[in-house]
Structures are given as C-alpha cells and as structure tokens.
C-alpha cells in the first residue's frame, strides 16, 4: 500500500503546516558544501566554530531554504503529490548560525486548477530558536489531482 499524501483537491486556502525543529550542525554544513560546493572559509572552518552564540560562524544562505524542504517531509501532515516545483521568492533577513534550531511555519496563500493537477502557492518562513523570521518566501508548486478510482 503506497503512503498517504495530499493531492491538489484536498488543500483549501489558509492551510497551514509547522514541521519539527532541527539544529544546524558542522556535519550539515559539511555535507551541503560537500555536494554544492560551496566551501566558505567561514562556514566550513572548524577552528572558528563557536557554537550558538552570535559570534558563530554562519551558514550558507540557500541550506536554509534546503533544509525548509527537507523538515516538510518530517511535518504532522502528509507530503503533498508534488509534480514539480514552479518557482521560488525567497528573501534572505537574518544569518543562520551552526547551532541555530530552526522550523518552518507553510501557508497556503493561493490555488488554481489546471489539466491534471493545480498550482499551489506556499507561504514559508523559517523560524530560528528565538522565533525569529530569518527567510521567507513563497513556493509555487504543481501538485497532482487525486488519481480517480
């Protein structure tokens, strides 16, 4: 029997989802630079690593809005039948930091129908442990109809 998920005709406008919390670690840090790349002396130094504190040595901007995607899978709702991802707005407004524990808090702002599935618009903000917005943006999505029977 196949997983349970959200198909285009069970989302309503205002739906909303907050997934777990996770914190940041050298090790995730390590891994996104390790497959992206991106390898920044001060994300990927462990000398100047300094825990949570504010000093900490920041992360880079797009694991943030990556690990979004990752903690929905880990939300008390089922995973939307995504078909493909349309489009990302995204604003960077605070640095994330090794030891930040964040969460992402996912409206529905919009929805319309097309041929085999719809369009959905997602609001997302990612929350660091003080509760502070430190990304936000919106997700557009192309999301299946539920199959007939």
């Not at 690990?67 to 990752?70: A, H, P």
């Given at each position: 029997m196949s997983e349970p998920k959200l198909y285009f005709d069970d989302l309503k406008a205002g739906d909303a989802v907050e997934?777990?919390?996770?914190t940041i670690t050298e090790p995730d840090v390590v891994r996104y630079a390790g497959l992206t790349g991106e390898w920044d002396e001060r994300s990927t130094n462990a000398h100047t690593a300094r825990g949570s504190e504010e000093g900490a040595r920041p992360v880079p901007e797009l694991l943030g809005l990556c690990?979004?995607?990752?903690l929905g899978?880990?939300?008390p709702a089922p995973p939307l039948a995504i078909v493909a991802f349309v489009g990302v707005e995204w604003r960077f407004l605070r640095p994330l930091r090794?030891?930040?524990t964040i969460r992402c808090r996912s409206r529905m702002l919009a929805k319309r129908s097309v041929r085999d599935g719809g369009i959905v618009v997602e609001g997302r903000e990612i929350v660091n442990q003080r509760d502070e917005i430190v990304q936000s943006g919106k997700v557009t999505l192309l999301v299946a109809k539920r199959p007939a029977p």
């Open positions: 997934t777990p919390s996770l690990l979004s995607s990752g899978w880990r939300a090794i030891g930040d």
